[in-house]
Antibody
Framework: EVQLVESGGGLVQPGGSLRLSCSAS????????MHWVRQAPGKGLEYVSA????????YYADSVKGRFTISRDNSKNTLYLQMSSLRAEDTAVYYC????????????????WGKGTTVTVSS | EIVLTQSPATLSLSPGERATLSCRAS??????LAWYQQKPGQAPRLLIY???NRATGIPARFSGSGSGTDFTLTISSLEPEDFAVYYC?????FGQGTRLEIK
């Protein structure tokens, strides 16, 4: 069974840092691009970041650029999101998401989602 | 940046009825559009990709159409489990969602 399990969420003060992890199983992790998508309480989906299958290419939404860093360890089947300079508006459920395959500059589709991990930024 | 606008914001229908949800892109995205369903407390689920292709395991009552800037998700006959929020997506852009509620 294809599975994604996020961890690392929690309560952090504004300006603080947090590292999210996503453990993948049931598929060849190193063959797929991966994404992070977040959802603030009661709000819609917001695309955060993406990384290519070999880690050589990354993408960030403008809202997190310069503060968040996506990475992966294909030997450990694990995706990461290092978050720094956190703000109240970063409060959200963060989903780790597998790309369906063939992610390109024109299309990326997300076919497997984790259950999410909650990040709360508050003093 | 491409902006996706979904309409209506809320759609109230009864089980057995047909649902038509719209997604409009601010510029042409060819057929590179997906639809997702999200139920309360759950992660989203991919329904449709490339505008009209059903994802694995998605029932045939779900269909997608459109190209360029105008897209439609149709649910031919609503089942009780279909009442949820639906999002369209193109690359790094999501629409704001349409809530499908029971009338």
């Amino acid at each position: 069974e294809v599975q994604l399990v996020e961890s690392g969420g929690g309560l952090v003060q504004p300006g603080g840092s947090l590292r999210l992890s996503c453990s993948a199983s049931g598929f060849t992790f190193s063959s797929y691009a991966m994404h992070w998508v977040r959802q603030a309480p009661g709000k819609g989906l917001e695309y955060v970041s993406a990384i290519s299958s070999n880690g050589g290419s990354t993408y960030y939404a403008d809202s997190v650029k310069g503060r968040f860093t996506i990475s992966r360890d294909n030997s450990k089947n694990t995706l990461y999101l290092q978050m720094s300079s956190l703000r109240a508006e970063d409060t959200a459920v963060y989903y780790c998401v597998k790309d369906r395959g063939y992610c390109s500059s024109t299309s990326c589709y997300m076919d497997v989602w984790g259950k999410g991990t909650t990040v709360t930024v508050s003093s | 940046e491409i902006v996706l606008t979904q309409s209506p914001a809320t759609l109230s229908l009864s089980p057995g009825e047909r649902a038509t949800l719209s997604c409009r892109a601010s510029q042409s995205v060819s057929s590179y559009l997906a639809w997702y369903q999200q139920k309360p407390g759950q992660a989203p689920r991919l329904l449709i990709y490339d505008a009209s292709n059903r994802a694995t395991g998605i029932p045939a009552r779900f269909s997608g159409s459109g190209s360029g800037t105008d897209f439609t998700l149709t649910i031919s006959s609503l089942e009780p489990e279909d009442f949820a929020v639906y999002y369209c997506q193109q690359r790094s852009n999501f629409g704001q969602g349409t809530r499908l509620e029971i009338k």
